[in-house]
């Protein structure tokens, strides 16, 4: 039986898609076997890959942000109200009430938006929200700055729906935080918003290194270097 065969089986097991997703996410050519994971649904590719959000390998956590994005778009050009069940459970995930810590899920969130026009309309004030103080602001940094990353992200493929975000962004540039510092300046170079000079210029000389995902590759850069065409 040939691997796709038995990714569209439906007795499938999470466990054992689990299995397959880490092996193919783990190879170099990882990007030309994300076809295959299609079929399924994304209501039983959901688990497995939310679980992968955790794995210690940075590399392995961002590709199935990747994938989870390209399983929603596959899903909301044909059932829109499966695609927003799954967002709504992002959603609760970023919830206090859900008692757990939603580590990954702003990131597949802002993936989600990035490639699925009618939804970044739908969910793009509820998911900048999250940054805004208010009733949906997250205290935690971590998710924050996944949120951050998902502004930027989101922006690259719909900017339009985005814009509004550039002035929320522009505090994160200030922070003690680097990593906030840097994933914001970034969001923002993706938004075209230019934020005031006089911080532009001090972060010139800001040689913190952060650790960015970006057109499907993970590098590091200097908050300095990402001042560049500003």
């Given at each position: ?179 906030q510092r840097g994933i914001a300046l970034w969001a923002l170079k993706q ?40």
């Amino acid at each position: 039986m040939t691997t796709f065969l038995l990714l569209s089986e439906k007795k499938m097991k999470s466990r054992q898609v689990k299995k397959k997703l880490l092996e193919d996410l783990s190879l170099n050519d990882w990007e030309n076997h994300l076809h295959k994971y299609l079929s399924i649904s994304p209501s039983r590719l959901i688990n497995p890959l939310i679980s992968l959000l955790y794995h210690p390998e940075p590399l392995i956590k961002w590709r199935a942000v990747t994938l989870i994005g390209h399983s929603m778009k596959s899903c909301a050009s044909k059932d829109k109200e499966s695609a927003r069940i799954i967002i709504r459970r992002f959603m609760w995930y970023l919830n206090e009430e859900s008692g757990g810590v939603g580590w990954g899920i702003p990131e597949s969130f802002g993936e989600v938006l990035s490639q699925v026009s009618w939804m970044a309309k739908e969910y793009a004030s509820n998911f900048v929200y999250y940054i805004i103080p208010g009733i949906s602001f997250l205290d935690m940094e971590a998710l924050q700055t996944g949120v951050i990353w998902g502004i930027g992200r989101a922006a690259q493929g719909n900017k339009q729906y985005f814009e509004f975000a550039g002035e929320h962004l522009v505090p994160f540039l200030s922070l003690n935080n680097p990593y906030q510092r840097g994933i914001a300046l970034w969001a923002l170079k993706q938004l075209d918003f230019s934020p005031p000079i006089e911080i532009i210029q001090t972060l010139k000389n800001d040689l913190y290194e952060i650790e960015l995902y970006d057109q499907c590759i993970l590098r590091n850069l200097s908050i300095a270097n990402l001042t560049k065409n500003f």
